[in-house]
């Protein structure tokens, strides 16, 4: 599988970015107020960027720092997999709920509060130890199969959104 158009990025940064974009959608998740539609949509991203984020992690970069040598690399490792669980319980709930409901915004505001202390944990002790024990050389070559797993997972869920906007990602 081929993808030219990947930009070269190492794996911290690429992830960074990932927690960058979600923590501004939550933002637009607050400054949407009661305005149920677009608190709806900005959920379906927030679900999705959040799903995507945590398979690359998974498929990718967790497995790479689980196979060095370095114990508080792998505790890391394995504290952010716990969070993905938490993560998982409060999308799934989330999704059973409608914005009108009276639980709805604490349970985005306990899903807000565990991906930032995921985010902080993560940048503070995964990546840390991911740069001091991986080369520079492999976390480039991390972030770009990282960039073509994204990629391609863009294009399942645009494919099982709808056929029209597959074009748009894929373009
Ligand atoms: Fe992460």
Redesign the pocket.
């Known amino acids: 599988m081929k993808f030219p158009g990947v930009p070269a990025m190492d794996a911290t940064t690429l992830?960074k970015k990932?927690?960058d974009a979600v923590l501004q959608l939550f933002r637009e998740f607050a400054e949407a107020g009661s305005d149920a539609e677009a608190r709806r949509s900005l959920y379906r991203n927030i679900r999705q960027e959040l799903q995507t984020?945590?398979r690359v992690?998974e498929h990718v970069f967790y497995p790479a720092v689980m196979r060095l040598r370095a114990e508080p690399a792998r505790e890391a490792v394995r504290d952010?997999l716990e969070d993905h669980h938490v993560v998982d319980g409060l999308l799934a709930e989330l999704d059973q709920l409608d914005p009108e409901d009276a639980r709805y915004g604490d349970k985005m505001q306990t899903l807000q509060e565990s991906v930032e202390r995921?985010?902080e944990a993560?940048e503070d002790a995964l990546f840390a130890q991911a740069r001091i024990h991986l080369t520079d050389e492999r976390l480039e070559r991390l972030g770009r199969d990282m960039a073509i797993l994204k990629e391609s997972l863009a294009g399942e869920a645009a494919a099982v959104g709808s056929g029209a906007s597959r074009a748009v990602v894929r373009a």
Do not use: Q
Request: glycine fraction near 0%.
């Open positions: 992830l990932d927690h984020h945590s992690e952010a995921h985010i993560e």
